[in-house]
Structures are given as structure tokens and as C-alpha cells.
């Protein structure tokens, strides 16, 4: 769809009858009252609260960059006078309209919006986007100005002009959490925290994180695993070969194990076959999901949260003491086999115990440890997930991959162990991976909270606006990648016929700068082990509807995952 098309696409989100509309609005003036009623000073704060944010982004509109930028600001020139001043101003930038305490969020409320839940938040885009065209506003009281766009020219500015602590928002009920906790924690960590107490801890952790040579000695280990999982497999599966509606699960397992044994610096038996479902493994499993859910949530919707306890906010909390214990004890476990190892031992450091070599202080390791766990649960199972469905519902890549693999590595049974020269040869393997992630990334898109006034899209956005990159969007436009809907992986690969030119902002499914994942490197490291055994072991099938993403923070595969893996011969 072009430009043109898009803007003269007039159409509303959902239509009602005259009836109806009076109905809804009758109906949601009453809800309101009875919410301004229980909240009382609290209702008015959030009206104040969004009427500031709204005057602050008006004023900033009419001022220049260089107005917008503080005296003593060391950060370059954005853009020129002249870009400024012939841009359309903030308030021309299309949006729905505002209304009081609910700002734009009534467009998820069923009847009066679009009746999409936060779940679906990628359908709510498409919509928006059919509606506005590549840039729109969205205000929601208590937040800073949201602009949400699907142009990587965008991306590239932001990303290109940010300083050295770029703000990214998110996690605030996570951050809430850890400030509560001093007793554990000292900041809010790489998640959740910004600022200098955030590069803190990032700029010790990512050494150790980055380095080859600590990733590759984590090569083994995450085959053996991969191994492992193999194993369950062939234990689990069913007469038919198929596995049962639950796999997911056993994904989790999958992937626990293997950051497990990277952030708590020990095996958990994720995979033993008795593992029971109150066992520490499985509750931690639990903990992640549940975490990530109530996160989406709570922080999508009304910040009420913030004002008093609900339910959902106890059951995160809940489940974070028990992420919290359970990694402090490992950490704790860490420096006793530390202080007892000898000075003339030629044994590497793990990854968590290059965090102390490096002045990492108990209360920040934790955070860091938290956070690897959470991050590294739903991310690599999921994408993971996502990528044996394209896989199996393209029988010809997935065949042309297993002939890569079992040229570079051998068949199923072979001694030999996998070394990182032959990772550097699997070249389909990479690519598929790529295009899994173009497809399905582990989450919609990358986010930033701006510290300067930008032109974006012919708009002056003004310092302090919440900026969304909508790449998962952006990445199945024709447009930058022609049958976007097909599982193309020659796409990634350099001088195919199929290659793609595409604009390099358009697919970032790690993030950007020193905001990028930190642990891309191992995640990349699971999901090649795991593939490579699969596909040395099973041909992967899979006969039932469409797999499309749910969204809780991370993207997660909405329909069960019934595979059938079935033993090559």
C-alpha cells in the first residue's frame, strides 16, 4: 500500500450505530464516575498529570532544536534550523482523538475501539497504521507523548543522534519492584534501569558477555544439553511421533537449562524425565511466564498500579521474591567456589564469575543474574519455536538446511564435537535464523525515550517523547522485503538472486548500541546447537492452523506447538 493510499484511508477503527454510541457513552460516563469516585485525589492527579505532559510537548513544537537542547547540552547538532522550522508541528501529526484518564487507550476497549486486546498488539498497529499512514501519536495519561512509526529513516535518527545513556522505557513495575528491595538490589538494573546507575552495571557486564572466547567455552556444555533435549524428545513424543499441546513448556525447560548453566554458573536438571512441577526448575519457569504476562499487563493499561496494590502487581512481586532467592543463592554459591579455587588454577572464569573479577558489587550480580533468567526463558524458546514452524511448514528449506548441517557436521551419532569453525560454516543455518527473526521477533519493535527535539517522518517530536520502532511491522511490508509473508532465508545470504537491500534499520530483533541485547551472542549460540541437533535427528512436521504471536513483553506462538519429529532413517 502506498503513502497516498494509506492517508486517504479514512475508515474507522470500528463503527456502532447512533444508539449504540450514545449506549457506550452513557455507559463509560458512569464507569468513570464510579473510577473517579474510588480513586478521588488520585483521578484528579492523572488528569494533571496528562494535562502538563500535553502543554510541555505544545510548547516544545514551537522552539527550535537548539531550544530544545539545554545550555551545556555536549550532544550534536540533530537537525538544521531549516529541516526544524519546515516541519508540521507535533499537534498536526495524526492520532486518534485524546479523552480524559483514558487518553488513546479507549481504541482497545471492545465496542467504542477496535476491541483488541493488548495480547494482539501487533494487530492494533496494523490498524493505526492503516488509519494513520507510518507515523501517529498516542497519548496515555501518566506516560510521556507516544509516537509510534514504521519508517527506518526514523530509527536511524534516533538511533545515530542518541548519547551515551539512552533511555529506554519499560519494565516500570520491575524497576517499582527493585526499589522496594534495597535490601537485594542497587539499582534497577540492565532491564529496567537508565542513566549512569544503569551503564554501571551494563559496561561490567558486557565484557564478559561479548568476548568470543568466553562464548565459545560454553560450546560443549550447550551440546550437551541440545543432546539432552534430543533425548526427551524421543522419550515424550507420541505413537505418532507428534508431541503433546504442552511443548512448549518443554521449551522452557530447554532454554532454563541453558542460560541456567550461564547466570547461575550450575546445571538445574531442567530436563531430568521425574522433574516435578514444584520443583525449583519448573517454579522458576512459572516465574518468567508470569512475570512477563502481568508486566504486559499492568504497564500497558492504566497506570493504576502505581497508586494502589492490585492483585496482578502482588503476583508479579510473588514471583520475583522467588527469582530473587533462587538466584541468590547460585550467586552466593559462586563466590564460595571462588574463594576456595587456587591461585595456580588454569581453569577459565565463568561468565557470572568474571562479574566479580570485574568489580561487579553482590547486589548488582543479582540483578544482573534476574535479568539474564528473565531475558533468556521466554526469548530463546519462543524464537526458537518460531523457527522449527517455519521450518516445517517449509519442507525444501528445512531439507536444504539439513544437508548444510550434516555436510559441515556429520549425521546423528557422530563423535565428533562441534567446534566454533564449524558454526562459522553453517551459512543456511544463520540465514534461517535471520529470517525466523525478520518474521517473528522476540518482541514488536525497539523503543526510546528521546533526549533532544528530531524532525521524524516531517514532524518535530519534542525532547522527552517515547519513540516506537515498529520493526516486527515495518519488516512484513512488501516494500522493503517483496513477498514479505514467505520464509525466504536466500534473502540473508550475499550474493544469492534473492538477496535483499533491504534499509538496515527496517530488522534489529537484538536492539541497537549499547542498548542491544546482551546476550545475543549466547542466545545465537542455543538456537544453533539445538536446530543442528534436531535436524541431524528428526525431519519436523507440523499439519495444524497458522502460528501467529501473542504478546506479553516478548512475542509468543499462539497456537499449541504440535510438531512431529520423526527419526531420519
Given amino acids: 500500500m502506498t503513502v497516498q493510499s494509506r492517508s486517504q484511508c479514512s475508515t474507522a477503527i470500528c463503527t456502532a450505530t447512533a444508539v449504540t454510541k450514545r449506549r457506550n457513552i452513557m455507559i463509560a460516563s458512569i464507569a468513570l464516575g464510579r473510577l473517579n469516585c474510588r480513586l478521588g485525589t488520585t483521578y484528579q492527579q492523572l488528569v494533571n498529570q496528562h494535562a502538563r505532559i500535553v502543554q510541555r510537548s505544545k510548547a516544545s513544537t514551537t522552539a527550535s532544536p537548539e531550544v530544545v537542547l539545554k545550555n551545556g547540552d555536549n550532544a550534536p547538532k540533530v537537525v538544521e534550523d531549516v529541516e526544524w522550522s519546515n516541519a508540521k508541528s507535533f499537534d498536526e501529526m495524526p492520532g486518534l482523538r485524546s479523552v480524559p484518564v483514558l487518553g488513546t487507550s479507549w481504541a ?68 517499582a519492584y527493585r526499589e522496594k528491595r534495597i535490601e537485594q538490589f542497587a539499582s534497577a538494573g540492565i532491564l529496567a534501569g537508565n542513566g549512569e546507575s544503569w551503564w554501571k552495571v551494563r559496561s561490567k557486564a558486557q565484557q564478559p558477555f561479548l568476548k568470543t572466547k568466553n562464548v565459545n567455552n560454553y560450546i560443549p556444555v550447550l551440546g550437551q544439553i541440545a543432546q539432552e533435549f534430543i533425548d526427551r524428545i524421543r522419550l515424550i513424543r507420541q505413537e505418532n511421533n507428534e508431541m503433546k499441546p504442552d511443548f512448549v513448556n518443554e521449551m522452557y525447560r530447554w532454554a532454563l537449562e541453558s542460560v541456567g548453566v550461564v547466570g547461575l554458573n550450575t546445571r538445574l536438571g531442567c530436563l531430568d524425565p521425574n522433574l516435578a512441577p514444584d520443583s525449583e526448575a519448573q517454579k522458576m519457569i512459572s516465574a518468567a511466564n508470569l512475570s512477563f504476562s502481568a508486566i504486559n499487563e499492568l504497564e500497558y493499561g492504566l497506570p493504576l498500579w502505581k497508586y494502589f496494590s492490585t492483585p496482578q502487581l502482588h503476583s508479579l512481586y510473588e514471583a520475583q521474591d522467588f527469582f530473587t532467592d533462587t538466584a541468590l543463592k547460585y550467586v552466593q554459591q559462586t563466590l564460595e567456589v571462588m574463594k576456595h579455587r587456587t591461585a595456580d588454577s588454569d581453569e577459565d572464569p565463568s561468565i557470572l564469575e568474571e562479574f566479580f573479577i570485574r568489580g561487579m558489587s553482590l547486589k548488582d550480580a543479582t540483578g544482573m543474574v534476574v535479568d539474564m533468567l528473565m531475558a533468556g526463558i521466554d526469548t530463546t524458546s519462543h524464537t526458537t519455536s518460531f523457527l522449527l514452524y517455519f521450518l516445517a511448514r517449509n519442507p525444501e528449506k528445512q531439507e536444504k538446511l539439513r544437508k548444510e548441517i550434516l555436510s559441515v557436521l556429520g549425521p546423528k551419532g557422530t563423535v565428533k564435537e562441534i567446534t566454533p569453525s564449524d558454526l562459522n560454516e553453517l551459512h543456511y543455518l544463520k540465514a534461517c535464523i535471520k529470517e525466523s527473526l525478520r518474521m517473528r521477533p522476540a518482541v514488536v519493535g525497539n523503543t526510546r525515550i528521546i533526549d533532544k527535539g528530531l524532525v521524524l517522518s516531517g514532524y518535530r517530536v519534542p525532547k522527552g517523547t517515547l519513540v516506537v520502532f515498529l520493526h516486527q511491522l515495518m519488516a512484513e511490508m512488501d516494500e522493503y522485503f517483496p513477498n514479505a509473508q514467505e520464509f525466504k532465508p536466500e534473502r540473508w545470504i550475499k550474493g544469492d538472486p534473492e538477496e535483499s537491500h533491504h534499509h538496515k534499520y527496517v530488522v534489529l530483533p537484538f536492539g541497537f548500541g549499547t542498548r542491544m541485547c546482551i546476550g545475543r551472542r549466547l542466545a545465537e549460540l542455543e538456537m544453533w546447537q539445538l536446530t543442528t541437533k534436531i535436524l541431524q535427528n528428526f525431519k519436523v512436521e507440523y499439519h495444524y492452523e497458522d502460528i501467529g504471536c501473542l504478546s506479553r513483553v516478548v512475542n509468543a506462538p499462539d497456537q499449541p506447538l504440535r510438531f512431529k519429529f520423526i527419526d531420519l532413517n
Fill in 108 to 175: 482497545m476497549l471492545p465496542v467504542v475501539g477496535a476491541g483488541i486486546p493488548i495480547t494482539r498488539i501487533l494487530e492494533l498497529h496494523k490498524l493505526q497504521f492503516e488509519k494513520h499512514g507510518c507515523i501517529w501519536r498516542d497519548i496515555i495519561p501518566g506516560a510521556p507523548p507516544i509516537v509510534s512509526t514504521t519508517r527506518p529513516e526514523d530509527a536511524e535518527k534516533v538511533f545515530r543522534t542518541e548519547g551515551k545513556f539512552p533511555e529506554r522505557p519499560g519494565f516500570e513495575t520491575l524497576k
